[in-house]
Structures are given as structure tokens and as C-alpha cells.
């Protein structure tokens, strides 16, 4: 029987027609303002030893240049046996990495660690979601940045999904 493909989903951005609510922008409101929106996935690949997680608007435009993506969150060493992460999981600090074992969230476009949710110039920003599958943890360090990931995790994929979500 075949394995079924690793997926990525997220209810409330399927449930608003694949757009990213406020509450997990920096546009969102009171307590309800710029979380982590809750994620699951399904599929992961047999001998996955660990997860990864890269967020991070395709669409922002740079002065200097048309389009560089812009981080949002990046997280390494997410335990093969999870199944997501609840709303509001970034910045959750020790209680968090010490639930998920070694998960390391790492630094965003803001230089600040986990997750910081858009406010781009306009609307219509597409904002990617990227979940990696991977034959081993990662080794990156205190500081951990999507090009170190990236770099680090080049030749051990074993399987990816994308979720793509419209603010």
C-alpha cells in the first residue's frame, strides 16, 4: 500500500477561504494579535527522525530588488511524532521546546525569535507555509535562521508540504 504524501493544514485559513485571519497578523486586535495560527499535518514519511517549518511571505517586495521572501517563522527539530502546533504556539519559550524535545524556534525577518505575523504595504500577499520532512535533527547552533536551516537540511528531505495562505 502506498504512503500517503505529507500535508499541511490549517482550519480557520480553510475556513476563510484561504486567507489568514487577523488574529495571527500584526493588524489583529487586543490579545487576538499577531499569533501563531494553529497547524497540523498528516503523512509524515516513514524514517522522518525530525520536522521542520519554514513561514515567509513570497510576495514582499524589496527597495533594492522586485521580490525577497520575508520570514515570518522558522522552527528546526520539531519531533517526528507531532502532529502541529495550537494557535498561539510561538513564544511559548521553555514550556514549548521542552514539550516538543529539542524544537528550537529560530530567528524571523525582525531579528526577533518565533513567530511574527504580516503587515505588508498592501494586501494580497501570499504567505507561504513549509513544512520539511527530514532523515535526521539538525545541528544549528543558539541562533537559528531560515538560511542555516535551509543549508542544513539540503540532501536529507524526505518529504515536503506547502500550505499558502492570502493576507
Same mark, same amino acid.
Given at each position: 500500500?502506498?504512503?500517503?504524501?505529507?500535508?499541511? /493544514?490549517?482550519?480557520? +485559513?480553510?475556513?476563510?477561504? *484561504?486567507? &489568514?485571519?487577523?488574529?495571527?497578523?500584526?493588524?489583529?486586535?487586543?490579545?487576538?494579535?499577531?499569533?501563531?495560527?494553529?497547524?497540523?499535518?498528516?503523512? !509524515?514519511?516513514?524514517?522522518? $527522525?525530525?520536522?521542520? &517549518? /519554514?513561514?515567509?511571505?513570497?510576495?514582499?517586495? #524589496?527597495?533594492e530588488g522586485p521580490v525577497v521572501p520575508w520570514t515570518h517563522? /522558522? !522552527?528546526?527539530? +520539531?519531533?517526528?511524532?507531532?502532529?502541529?502546533?495550537?494557535?498561539?504556539?510561538? %513564544?511559548?519559550?521553555?514550556?514549548?521546546?521542552?514539550?516538543? *524535545? %529539542?524544537?528550537?524556534?529560530?530567528?524571523? #525577518?525582525?531579528?526577533?525569535?518565533?513567530? $511574527? *505575523?504580516? !503587515?505588508?504595504?498592501?494586501?494580497?500577499?501570499? +504567505?507561504?507555509?513549509?513544512?520539511?520532512?527530514?532523515? #535526521?535533527?539538525?545541528?544549528? %547552533?543558539?541562533? !537559528?535562521?531560515? #538560511?542555516?536551516?535551509?543549508?542544513?537540511?539540503?540532501?536529507?528531505?524526505?518529504?515536503?508540504?506547502?500550505?499558502?495562505a492570502v493576507y
Amino acid at each position: 500500500m502506498a504512503q500517503e504524501s505529507l500535508r499541511l /493544514v490549517s482550519h480557520p +485559513i480553510a475556513a476563510h477561504d *484561504g486567507r &489568514l485571519p487577523r488574529q495571527y497578523t500584526a493588524e489583529g486586535q487586543g490579545a487576538k494579535k499577531d499569533m501563531s495560527p494553529p497547524l497540523e499535518w498528516y503523512g !509524515v514519511p516513514e524514517g522522518t $527522525r525530525s520536522l521542520a &517549518l /519554514v513561514v515567509q511571505d513570497i510576495d514582499a517586495p #524589496d527597495p533594492e530588488g522586485p521580490v525577497v521572501p520575508w520570514t515570518h517563522w /522558522v !522552527v528546526a527539530n +520539531i519531533p517526528p511524532d507531532t502532529k502541529g502546533f495550537p494557535e498561539g504556539f510561538s %513564544g511559548q519559550g521553555g514550556a514549548a521546546s521542552a514539550a516538543a *524535545g %529539542g524544537l528550537q524556534e529560530g530567528i524571523n #525577518d525582525w531579528k526577533q525569535p518565533g513567530w $511574527r *505575523g504580516p !503587515v505588508p504595504p498592501s494586501h494580497g500577499h501570499r +504567505i507561504q507555509f513549509k513544512l520539511y520532512a527530514l532523515d #535526521d535533527e539538525v545541528r544549528l %547552533g543558539n541562533k !537559528v535562521t531560515k #538560511d542555516k536551516l535551509l543549508d542544513a537540511i539540503e540532501g536529507h528531505v524526505l518529504g515536503e508540504a506547502e500550505l499558502i495562505a492570502v493576507y
